[in-house]
């Protein structure tokens, strides 16, 4: 059984970012967006990364060896990515919450050992107990007036390897930026070989590098005070809370996690199905067709099946974010640091998603979520906060988390490509994580958190009909 014991705490100590010349910012601060507000009281973003130890004669390579470095590469990493090592506040003269940065400001960062052999279980391709991967996470820091951003868990298994566990409040990110940051760090860490905590500054290729004016994002319409004053509002006067309010989710003793993938193949295949399908009058070639829709409705309509969402008129609703940076106007880089996503809803009846025709269903009702953006990313955004959906509507809503694009199983440090990468965050969100695949390949990979007996049918569901 997992459980607080299972890793024992090694160091917990802080690591600020290095200035990179007298010069540097020793402060800054900004409001928060209309596209960060949306994430103000939101459960954390967990991600963990795993990471085979190379053969070596040295039994201490870890300590001796890969922990200085991945120290001393994240100190200069943060150069970068200053508003990581901050804060959120929401002041009484201020109209909006701020992130903030003053010298000084670091990040938690807790050093543990496993006492358990389990890092072949808990790396590998079999279902593993959702709760095997909870000692892994770092605790945020947070309180109703101020919030870290980051925290970051580095857990030794010894002779095996290691993992990088990270707790992310969603209001100063987005997916892309807490990739591209860990892309980051793994690039300092891998190609500059000299590093040590005196080290002044590194550059990062241009793909790498944070853009951070928030001020980018242009709001005519005044969404971000609207939003604001909604929070204020909720749960009586003047609610300045910048944590999440929701109370924890009580996991099932049975929830397990799978992985499953979608090959190319695979793809090519579900793409040629919904094509012979799908009725003339409804224009195949309308259809958005691509990787993200076909594994998303596949995903859709085998979830509905294995947890048997039944009723005559039942409907359920697929949730997932576009990143929306450069249909922005004016468009923003795509380095944006920030969140920049914009929610969209797919709804289909339940009788529809389990005929014979679920897949094209599914399918079609994507597609009419995405053209939705057509109308403008901000159609229907006064309501965003207040009223998003109205889940009475719906037997079952699902959401997606990730990207494929991000490319996760990229991030090399110096010791290889992870060997398994979990978004532990989705056991409490009900959501689908959705990543490249481990095995590579052009290959997409969507994770799972479900009761055992749930996910043993989803996984004969998906084998099935592939």
């Given at each position: 059984m997992a459980n607080?014991?299972s890793?024992k ?10 200035p990179?010349s007298?010069d540097?910012?020793?402060?800054d601060q900004?409001?928060?967006?209309l ?8 459960s954390p973003?967990?991600?963990v990364y795993?990471?085979?130890i190379?053969?070596?004669s ?6 001796d ?5 991945l ?12 508003p990581l090592?901050g804060?959120l506040?929401?002041p009484q ?9 003053v010298?000084g400001?670091?990040v938690s960062l ?8 389990n890092f072949p279980y808990l790396?590998g391709?079999d ?7 909870h000692?892994?996470i770092?605790p945020?820091?947070?309180s109703?007036?101020r919030?870290?951003?980051?925290a970051?868990?580095?857990?030794l298994?010894?002779?095996?390897g ?5 707790t992310?409040?969603?209001?100063v990110?987005?997916g892309?930026?807490s990739?591209s940051f860990f892309?980051?760090?793994?690039h300092?860490c891998k190609?500059d070989t000299?590093?040590?905590s005196s080290s002044?500054?590194?550059s990062l290729?241009d ?7 928030r001020?980018?994002i242009?709001d005519p319409?005044?969404l ?5 004053n909604?929070y204020?509002?909720q749960?009586g006067?003047n609610?300045r ?5 929701h109370p924890?989710?009580v996991l099932?003793e049975d929830l397990?996690?799978?992985a499953f993938?979608?090959?190319?193949e695979?793809?090519?295949t ?5 094509v012979?399908?799908?009725r003339?009058s409804?224009n195949?070639?309308s259809?958005?067709l691509?990787t ?5 409705a596949?995903t859709?309509i085998?979830?509905?099946k294995?947890e048997e ?10 949730i ?5 940076r ?5 468009p923003?880089?795509e ?6 996503i914009?929610?969209r809803?797919a709804v289909?009846e339940?009788?529809g998603l389990?005929s014979?025709d679920?897949?094209?269903v599914?399918v079609?009702a994507i597609t009419?979520?995405l ?11 006064e ?9 009475s509507?719906y037997?079952?809503?699902?959401s997606i ?7 996760v199983y990229g ?8 060997k398994?990468?979990?978004?532990v ?8 994580s ?5 095995h590579?390949g052009g290959?997409?990979?969507v994770?799972l958190?479900?009761?055992k007996?749930?996910m043993?049918v989803?996984a004969s569901?998906f084998?099935?009909?592939?």
């Amino acid at each position: 059984m997992a459980n607080s014991n299972s890793v024992k705490v090694v160091e917990v100590c802080r690591v600020a970012p290095i200035p990179s010349s007298p010069d540097s910012i020793t402060s800054d601060q900004s409001l928060l967006t209309l596209f960060d507000l949306l994430w103000l009281r939101f459960s954390p973003v967990e991600p963990v990364y795993f990471y085979e130890i190379p053969p070596t004669s040295n039994p201490n390579i870890f300590y001796d060896s890969i922990l200085p470095k991945l120290k001393a590469s994240l100190s200069l990493t943060l150069q970068h990515f200053l508003p990581l090592a901050g804060n959120l506040t929401w002041p009484q003269h201020s109209p909006k919450p701020v992130l903030s940065f003053v010298q000084g400001d670091s990040v938690s960062l807790i050093i543990a050992e496993s006492n358990a052999n389990n890092f072949p279980y808990l790396s590998g391709n079999d279902f593993v107990e959702a709760k095997e991967y909870h000692p892994l996470i770092p605790p945020l820091e947070v309180s109703d007036e101020r919030a870290a951003v980051m925290a970051i868990q580095i857990t030794l298994f010894p002779n095996r390897g290691f993992s990088i566990g990270t707790t992310l409040h969603h209001a100063v990110l987005d997916g892309k930026n807490s990739c591209s940051f860990f892309k980051a760090w793994a690039h300092i860490c891998k190609h500059d070989t000299g590093i040590t905590s005196s080290s002044s500054s590194i550059s990062l290729p241009d793909n790498l590098k944070p853009f951070h004016d928030r001020n980018a994002i242009h709001d005519p319409k005044g969404l971000g005070e609207l939003y604001s004053n909604e929070y204020l509002n909720q749960e009586g006067p003047n609610n300045r809370s910048v944590t999440h309010r929701h109370p924890p989710r009580v996991l099932p003793e049975d929830l397990v996690r799978g992985a499953f993938d979608f090959t190319r193949e695979n793809i090519k295949t579900l793409r040629e199905r919904v094509v012979k399908t799908t009725r003339a009058s409804d224009n195949p070639s309308s259809l958005h067709l691509s990787t993200f829709s076909l594994g998303c409705a596949y995903t859709w309509i085998c979830l509905v099946k294995a947890e048997e969402i039944k009723g005559e008129d039942s409907k359920t609703a697929m949730i997932f974010g576009v990143d929306v940076r450069s249909r922005l106007d004016p468009p923003v880089p795509e380095t944006y640091f920030g969140n920049c996503i914009a929610g969209r809803v797919a709804v289909a009846e339940t009788k529809g998603l389990t005929s014979e025709d679920g897949l094209a269903v599914a399918v079609k009702a994507i597609t009419e979520a995405l053209r939705s953006l057509d109308d403008g990313v901000l159609d229907g955004a006064e309501l965003w906060v207040s009223k998003f959906l109205d889940f009475s509507l719906y037997d079952k809503i699902y959401s997606i988390a990730g990207s494929q694009r991000f490319e996760v199983y990229g991030t090399d440090f110096g010791w290889g490509r992870p060997k398994k990468f979990e978004l532990v965050s989705i056991d409490k969100t009900d959501a689908v994580s959705l990543m490249d695949s481990k095995h590579g390949g052009g290959a997409v990979e969507v994770g799972l958190a479900l009761k055992k007996p749930q996910m043993e049918v989803f996984a004969s569901l998906f084998a099935k009909g592939l």
